[in-house]
């Protein structure tokens, strides 16, 4: 069974431009959350899908956003970057929303250097 | 609002020996899950243990087990006979169970060196 896939898993960007980050989670799987994590400030959650709807979504600026389609899949989009977006974007799937979904499975991440 | 605290940014263990990590939250809920998260270096997180707070019983899983002290609001994670491949970070985290507002809270991390 394949696991949580992220694509890319490296990406430059510059000030100001625009990036998409996708996630196939597992097959089955139907909740999609993601993750910024930095050295200063660990791993925060951003948002979690579900049914093709945002079921919860932490504390980031409206920059940031995501979508999930039909099959699961979901993509996160940061719109005007910034230097401090830098990051490692995590995705986790699991069967269904909240922590009755059962245990998170994460993907490898998408490494994102904004200069 | 819910807070972990990790804190120790970093620790060293000799191999085979035992290392206990830090875990604190702060929560005024009563049903929550408990989790300590496993990231070794380039690879993918994965869960080590996990705990529901209205157990009393602490969680073990092979080498691995909690000290759950739930009025003191302490969580932490005992590794025994620690090896080289439990080299990585750890990560504390709770979520609430069955709110709308239960999104997952992670501490900070602690990166764990094992020294053979």
């Known amino acids: 069974k394949a696991g949580v896939t992220q694509t890319p898993r490296y990406l430059i960007k510059t000030r100001g431009q625009q990036v998409t980050l996708s996630c196939s989670p597992i097959?089955?799987?139907?909740?999609v959350s993601w993750y910024q994590q930095t050295p200063g400030q660990g791993l925060q959650f951003l948002f979690e899908y579900f049914s093709e709807t945002q079921r919860n979504k932490g504390n980031f600026p409206g920059r940031f956003s995501g979508r999930q389609f039909s099959n699961s899949r979901s993509e996160m989009n940061v719109s005007t970057l910034e230097l401090g977006d830098s990051a490692l974007y995590l995705c986790?799937?699991?069967?269904?929303?909240?922590?009755?979904?059962?245990?998170?499975?994460f993907g490898e991440g998408s490494r994102l250097t904004v200069l | 609002a819910q807070t972990v605290t990790q804190s120790q940014p970093e620790m060293s263990v000799q191999e085979a020996e035992t290392v206990t990590l830090s875990c604190t939250y702060d929560?005024?809920?009563?049903?929550?899950?408990l989790f300590w998260y496993k990231q070794p270096p380039s690879r993918q997180m994965i869960l080590v243990i996990r705990?529901?707070?209205?157990?009393?019983q602490n969680a073990t899983e092979n080498r691995f087990s909690v000290n759950f002290q739930k009025a003191a609001k302490s969580f932490s994670l005992k590794i025994s006979d620690s090896q080289l491949g439990d080299a990585a970070m750890y990560f504390c985290a709770y979520r609430l169970i069955m709110n709308r507002d239960d999104k997952i809270i992670f501490g900070k991390g602690t990166r764990l060196h094992i020294l053979p």
């Open positions: 929560t005024s809920e009563s049903d929550y899950y």
């Open positions: 986790a799937s699991s069967l269904v929303a909240g922590v009755q979904g059962g245990e998170l499975f």
């Open positions: 705990q529901e707070a209205y157990k009393q």
């Open positions: 097959s089955g799987h139907r909740s």
